[in-house]
């Protein structure tokens, strides 16, 4: 493998840099399921039950949202991905 090519393999999106510690929290909570919420949702001190069940059902709309978002991005990034493979390979690099 060229270095050129090697170095097109191997690079980033200075996008994909900046997000990449968001994107992994939200793969972690997309893998952790009901444990992880367990874990990292946790009850105000001034929420009473009502209030607690509705902090965490927000926290799952903005998980499901967040998730949403992650998929976009990745199958956005993998697709010019394999587009700029293909042009390195096609020598048009």
């Given amino acids: ?6 170095k097109l393999v191997e690079s980033r999106h200075p996008e994909y840099t ?3 510690d968001h ?3 939200l793969e972690d909570t997309y ?6 919420f367990d874990e990292n949702i946790f009850k105000f ?5 009502l209030e607690s ?5 927000l926290s799952v709309r903005e998980l499901a949202v967040a998730q949403q978002q992650l998929c976009v991005n990745i199958r956005e990034r993998a697709t010019a991905h394999r587009s700029s493979l293909a ?3 096609r ?3």
């Fill in 31 to 36: 893998e952790g399921g009901r444990e992880w």
């Fill in 1 to 6: 493998m060229t270095d050129q090519l090697k």
């Fill in 53 to 57: 069940v509705q902090h965490m059902l």
């Fill in 87 to 89: 042009a390195a390979r």
């Fill in 45 to 49: 001190v001034r929420e009473g039950d």
């Fill in 18 to 20: 900046e997000k990449a």
């Fill in 23 to 25: 994107w992994d929290f």
């Fill in 91 to 93: 020598g048009e690099y």
